[in-house]
Protein backbone atom coordinates (compact mmCIF):
# COMPACT_ATOMS: atom_id res chain seq x y z
CA UNK A 1 0.00 0.00 0.00
CA UNK A 2 2.64 2.36 0.95
CA UNK A 3 4.18 1.79 -2.47
CA UNK A 4 1.13 2.96 -4.30
CA UNK A 5 0.84 5.84 -2.31
CA UNK A 6 4.26 6.65 -2.62
CA UNK A 7 4.20 6.43 -6.56
CA UNK A 8 0.35 7.98 -7.04
CA UNK A 9 3.11 11.32 -4.90
CA UNK A 10 5.76 11.08 -7.38
CA UNK A 11 3.52 11.08 -10.39
CA UNK A 12 1.46 13.97 -8.80
CA UNK A 13 4.56 15.85 -8.33
CA UNK A 14 5.78 15.41 -12.24
CA UNK A 15 2.48 16.24 -13.45
CA UNK A 16 3.21 19.36 -11.06
CA UNK A 17 6.19 20.10 -12.56
CA UNK A 18 5.22 19.32 -15.68
CA UNK A 19 2.21 22.07 -15.74
CA UNK A 20 4.92 24.15 -14.32
CA UNK A 21 7.74 24.44 -16.94
CA UNK A 22 4.63 26.11 -19.38
CA UNK A 23 5.57 26.55 -23.22
CA UNK A 24 8.85 25.71 -24.79
CA UNK A 25 9.46 28.85 -26.47
CA UNK A 26 12.87 29.65 -28.59
CA UNK A 27 13.82 33.36 -30.12
CA UNK A 28 16.63 34.23 -32.26
CA UNK A 29 18.10 37.32 -30.67
CA UNK A 30 18.50 38.92 -26.88
CA UNK A 31 16.23 41.50 -27.48
CA UNK A 32 13.33 39.46 -28.65
CA UNK A 33 13.63 36.79 -26.12
CA UNK A 34 14.13 39.45 -23.63
CA UNK A 35 10.25 40.92 -24.36
CA UNK A 36 9.16 37.12 -24.56
CA UNK A 37 10.04 36.95 -20.96
CA UNK A 38 8.26 39.98 -19.69
CA UNK A 39 5.02 39.02 -21.73
CA UNK A 40 5.00 34.95 -20.78
CA UNK A 41 6.17 35.37 -16.84
CA UNK A 42 6.69 32.13 -15.25
CA UNK A 43 4.43 30.50 -17.98
CA UNK A 44 7.10 29.80 -20.14
CA UNK A 45 10.87 28.64 -20.78
CA UNK A 46 12.67 31.13 -23.03
CA UNK A 47 15.54 30.33 -24.58
CA UNK A 48 17.55 32.63 -27.15
CA UNK A 49 19.47 31.04 -29.57
CA UNK A 50 22.24 33.74 -31.08
CA UNK A 51 24.62 34.80 -27.68
CA UNK A 52 24.88 38.32 -26.61
CA UNK A 53 28.23 40.28 -28.77
CA UNK A 54 26.79 37.79 -32.14
CA UNK A 55 25.55 39.91 -35.40
CA UNK A 56 22.26 38.44 -36.28
CA UNK A 57 22.84 39.96 -39.63
CA UNK A 58 25.21 37.41 -40.11
CA UNK A 59 23.92 34.35 -37.88
CA UNK A 60 23.28 30.82 -39.63
CA UNK A 61 21.46 28.59 -37.55
CA UNK A 62 23.93 25.84 -36.25
CA UNK A 63 22.58 21.82 -36.42
CA UNK A 64 22.05 22.18 -32.48
CA UNK A 65 19.93 25.44 -33.10
CA UNK A 66 17.69 23.26 -35.70
CA UNK A 67 17.35 20.97 -32.88
CA UNK A 68 15.97 23.50 -30.68
CA UNK A 69 13.78 24.92 -32.79
CA UNK A 70 12.14 21.80 -33.89
CA UNK A 71 11.47 20.90 -29.96
CA UNK A 72 9.88 24.19 -29.58
CA UNK A 73 5.77 24.82 -28.90
CA UNK A 74 6.91 28.40 -30.42
CA UNK A 75 9.52 30.29 -32.11
CA UNK A 76 9.66 34.40 -32.05
CA UNK A 77 11.62 36.25 -34.32
CA UNK A 78 12.59 40.12 -34.94
CA UNK A 79 11.51 39.80 -38.53
CA UNK A 80 12.08 42.74 -41.27
CA UNK A 81 15.02 40.59 -42.43
CA UNK A 82 17.45 41.21 -39.22
CA UNK A 83 18.09 37.12 -39.44
CA UNK A 84 17.78 36.88 -43.25
CA UNK A 85 20.14 33.79 -43.00
CA UNK A 86 17.70 32.14 -40.62
CA UNK A 87 14.29 32.50 -42.49
CA UNK A 88 14.78 29.20 -44.56
CA UNK A 89 14.70 27.22 -41.12
CA UNK A 90 11.61 29.36 -40.20
CA UNK A 91 9.26 28.34 -43.01
CA UNK A 92 10.67 24.36 -42.20
CA UNK A 93 8.93 24.98 -38.86
CA UNK A 94 5.99 26.35 -39.86
CA UNK A 95 5.78 23.83 -42.09
CA UNK A 96 6.06 21.12 -39.38
CA UNK A 97 3.09 22.96 -37.87
CA UNK A 98 5.37 24.79 -35.27
CA UNK A 99 4.00 28.07 -34.25
CA UNK A 100 6.28 30.92 -35.77
CA UNK A 101 5.97 34.32 -35.08
CA UNK A 102 7.72 37.53 -36.21
CA UNK A 103 7.39 39.63 -33.33
CA UNK A 104 7.24 43.31 -35.51
CA UNK A 105 4.47 41.93 -37.47
CA UNK A 106 2.38 44.23 -35.17
CA UNK A 107 3.92 47.74 -35.59
CA UNK A 108 1.57 49.73 -37.52
CA UNK A 109 3.84 50.24 -41.17
CA UNK A 110 3.45 53.99 -40.44
CA UNK A 111 6.31 53.64 -37.21
CA UNK A 112 8.89 51.43 -39.87
CA UNK A 113 12.05 53.54 -40.96
CA UNK A 114 13.36 52.57 -44.09
CA UNK A 115 16.30 53.11 -46.32
CA UNK A 116 15.30 53.35 -49.50
CA UNK A 117 13.02 50.17 -50.26
CA UNK A 118 14.24 48.55 -47.51
CA UNK A 119 12.56 48.29 -43.90
CA UNK A 120 14.99 49.60 -40.85
CA UNK A 121 14.81 46.27 -38.91
CA UNK A 122 16.49 47.66 -35.43
CA UNK A 123 12.96 48.55 -33.88
CA UNK A 124 14.13 47.37 -30.36
CA UNK A 125 16.17 51.12 -30.34
CA UNK A 126 13.17 52.87 -30.18
CA UNK A 127 10.82 51.87 -26.91
CA UNK A 128 7.57 53.03 -28.74
CA UNK A 129 8.04 51.43 -31.78
CA UNK A 130 9.39 47.82 -29.64
CA UNK A 131 6.20 48.59 -27.70
CA UNK A 132 4.59 47.93 -30.94
CA UNK A 133 5.57 44.38 -30.95
CA UNK A 134 3.91 42.98 -28.14
CA UNK A 135 0.89 42.49 -29.73
CA UNK A 136 1.95 40.30 -31.71
CA UNK A 137 4.13 38.48 -28.67
CA UNK A 138 0.71 38.08 -26.33
CA UNK A 139 -1.37 36.76 -29.51
CA UNK A 140 0.86 34.37 -29.96
CA UNK A 141 1.20 33.28 -26.57
CA UNK A 142 -2.09 32.89 -25.68
CA UNK A 143 -3.13 31.29 -28.67
CA UNK A 144 -0.77 28.40 -27.85
CA UNK A 145 -1.38 28.63 -24.47
CA UNK A 146 -5.30 29.43 -23.83
CA UNK A 147 -4.94 29.19 -19.99
CA UNK A 148 -2.37 32.11 -19.53
CA UNK A 149 -4.47 34.36 -21.64
CA UNK A 150 -5.28 36.82 -18.28
CA UNK A 151 -1.61 36.57 -17.16
CA UNK A 152 -0.01 37.60 -20.94
CA UNK A 153 -2.28 40.43 -21.13
CA UNK A 154 -1.36 41.75 -17.59
CA UNK A 155 2.14 41.53 -18.17
CA UNK A 156 1.78 43.09 -21.93
CA UNK A 157 -0.17 46.18 -19.71
CA UNK A 158 3.10 46.59 -17.58
CA UNK A 159 5.44 46.15 -20.23
CA UNK A 160 3.80 48.56 -22.43
CA UNK A 161 3.92 51.76 -19.05
CA UNK A 162 7.47 50.78 -18.28
CA UNK A 163 8.56 51.58 -22.82
CA UNK A 164 6.47 54.56 -22.71
CA UNK A 165 7.98 55.83 -19.28
CA UNK A 166 11.76 54.64 -20.81
CA UNK A 167 10.79 56.55 -23.96
CA UNK A 168 10.35 59.90 -22.18
CA UNK A 169 13.95 59.23 -19.83
CA UNK A 170 16.03 58.70 -22.97
CA UNK A 171 14.25 62.06 -24.47
CA UNK A 172 14.68 63.98 -21.17
CA UNK A 173 18.51 62.47 -20.57
CA UNK A 174 19.04 63.53 -24.48
CA UNK A 175 17.69 66.44 -23.99
CA UNK A 176 20.80 67.89 -22.22
CA UNK A 177 23.33 67.70 -25.41
CA UNK A 178 24.33 71.02 -26.80
CA UNK A 179 21.76 71.25 -29.79
CA UNK A 180 24.80 71.64 -32.27
CA UNK A 181 26.10 68.66 -31.10
CA UNK A 182 23.17 65.97 -31.38
CA UNK A 183 24.73 63.98 -33.88
CA UNK A 184 25.25 60.05 -33.32
CA UNK A 185 28.10 58.47 -35.41
CA UNK A 186 28.48 54.78 -35.35
CA UNK A 187 29.58 51.86 -37.33
CA UNK A 188 26.30 50.97 -38.81
CA UNK A 189 23.71 52.64 -39.16
CA UNK A 190 21.62 51.06 -36.16
CA UNK A 191 20.01 53.93 -34.39
CA UNK A 192 18.23 55.47 -36.49
CA UNK A 193 14.95 54.15 -34.43
CA UNK A 194 17.13 55.50 -31.45
CA UNK A 195 17.81 59.04 -33.15
CA UNK A 196 14.28 59.12 -33.53
CA UNK A 197 12.63 58.62 -29.86
CA UNK A 198 16.19 61.18 -28.86
CA UNK A 199 15.51 63.74 -31.08
CA UNK A 200 19.76 62.94 -32.08
CA UNK A 201 20.47 63.18 -35.85
CA UNK A 202 21.92 59.69 -36.25
CA UNK A 203 25.16 58.93 -39.13
CA UNK A 204 26.66 55.11 -39.71
CA UNK A 205 29.59 54.40 -41.63
CA UNK A 206 27.90 51.28 -43.40
CA UNK A 207 24.32 50.58 -44.27
CA UNK A 208 21.18 48.80 -42.06
CA UNK A 209 22.97 45.71 -43.18
CA UNK A 210 26.59 44.64 -41.76
CA UNK A 211 27.31 42.66 -44.92
CA UNK A 212 28.49 45.07 -46.75
CA UNK A 213 31.99 46.72 -45.52
CA UNK A 214 32.46 50.25 -45.23
CA UNK A 215 35.02 51.57 -47.97
CA UNK A 216 37.65 54.66 -47.77
CA UNK A 217 34.19 56.84 -49.34
CA UNK A 218 32.28 56.33 -46.68
CA UNK A 219 34.95 56.96 -43.94
CA UNK A 220 36.16 60.12 -46.04
CA UNK A 221 32.27 61.21 -45.76
CA UNK A 222 31.81 61.13 -42.43
CA UNK A 223 34.98 62.50 -41.25
CA UNK A 224 34.12 65.61 -43.78
CA UNK A 225 31.08 66.32 -41.47
CA UNK A 226 32.89 65.80 -38.24
CA UNK A 227 35.34 68.14 -39.35
CA UNK A 228 32.73 70.50 -40.55
CA UNK A 229 30.47 70.69 -37.54
CA UNK A 230 33.44 69.82 -34.65
CA UNK A 231 31.47 66.70 -33.47
CA UNK A 232 33.28 65.71 -30.12
CA UNK A 233 32.58 62.24 -30.28
CA UNK A 234 32.41 58.74 -32.15
CA UNK A 235 31.04 55.22 -30.81
CA UNK A 236 32.19 51.95 -31.72
CA UNK A 237 29.80 48.40 -31.40
CA UNK A 238 29.86 45.26 -29.40
CA UNK A 239 29.14 43.91 -32.46
CA UNK A 240 31.60 44.93 -34.71
CA UNK A 241 35.33 46.10 -35.10
CA UNK A 242 36.45 49.29 -33.53
CA UNK A 243 38.58 49.47 -37.17
CA UNK A 244 36.69 51.87 -39.27
CA UNK A 245 35.80 53.48 -36.08
CA UNK A 246 39.29 54.10 -35.17
CA UNK A 247 39.86 54.95 -39.02
CA UNK A 248 37.39 58.05 -38.64
CA UNK A 249 39.77 59.43 -35.94
CA UNK A 250 42.49 59.26 -37.74
CA UNK A 251 41.33 60.80 -40.46
CA UNK A 252 39.81 63.79 -38.47
CA UNK A 253 42.94 63.77 -36.82
CA UNK A 254 45.04 64.56 -40.10
CA UNK A 255 42.78 67.24 -41.21
CA UNK A 256 43.50 69.17 -37.66
CA UNK A 257 40.20 67.84 -35.34
CA UNK A 258 40.84 65.44 -32.13
CA UNK A 259 37.39 63.75 -32.02
CA UNK A 260 36.93 60.94 -28.77
CA UNK A 261 36.06 57.41 -28.70
CA UNK A 262 32.77 57.86 -26.56
CA UNK A 263 32.30 54.45 -25.63
CA UNK A 264 31.13 51.16 -26.55
CA UNK A 265 27.07 51.02 -27.82
CA UNK A 266 25.02 47.99 -27.98
CA UNK A 267 23.18 47.51 -31.53
CA UNK A 268 22.13 44.21 -32.42
CA UNK A 269 22.85 42.35 -29.44
CA UNK A 270 22.53 43.03 -25.51
CA UNK A 271 24.74 42.90 -22.30
CA UNK A 272 26.57 39.69 -21.69
CA UNK A 273 23.98 37.64 -18.98
CA UNK A 274 23.87 39.05 -15.50
CA UNK A 275 24.78 42.81 -16.36
CA UNK A 276 22.39 44.99 -16.14
CA UNK A 277 22.69 45.31 -20.15
CA UNK A 278 21.57 41.92 -20.58
CA UNK A 279 18.12 43.58 -20.62
CA UNK A 280 16.49 46.02 -23.36
CA UNK A 281 15.77 48.66 -20.83
CA UNK A 282 19.43 48.38 -19.38
CA UNK A 283 21.13 48.50 -22.93
CA UNK A 284 19.15 51.24 -24.03
CA UNK A 285 20.06 53.35 -20.57
CA UNK A 286 23.60 52.52 -21.17
CA UNK A 287 23.78 54.00 -24.57
CA UNK A 288 21.97 56.66 -23.80
CA UNK A 289 24.35 57.68 -20.91
CA UNK A 290 27.22 56.92 -23.13
CA UNK A 291 26.25 59.08 -26.26
CA UNK A 292 24.57 61.77 -23.88
CA UNK A 293 27.84 62.07 -21.44
CA UNK A 294 30.57 61.82 -24.65
CA UNK A 295 28.34 64.29 -26.35
CA UNK A 296 28.14 67.41 -23.80
CA UNK A 297 25.36 66.37 -21.96
CA UNK A 298 24.48 64.74 -18.75
CA UNK A 299 22.59 61.66 -18.26
CA UNK A 300 20.95 60.97 -15.00
Known sequence: MRFFVCAAAVCLLLMVGSA?????VVCTTGMVADLVREVAG???KVTALISDGV???LYKPTRDDVAKL???DV???SGLHLEGRMEASFEKMRQRGIKVCAVTS???EEQLLKEGDAEDPHVWMDPLVWAGCIGAVEATLSQADSQGGATFKDNATRIKARLEALSEWIRTAAATIPPEKRVLITAHDAFQYFGHSAGIEVMGLQGLSTESEA???DINRIVDEIVKRQIPAVFFESTLSEKNIRAVIEGAAARGHTVNLGGMLYSDSLGAAGTPEATCEGMLKHNTRTITNALGGNAP
Open 20 to 24: RAGLD
Open 42 to 44: DRA
Open 55 to 57: DPH
Open 70 to 72: LKA
Open 75 to 77: IFY
Open 106 to 108: SIP
Open 215 to 217: GVA
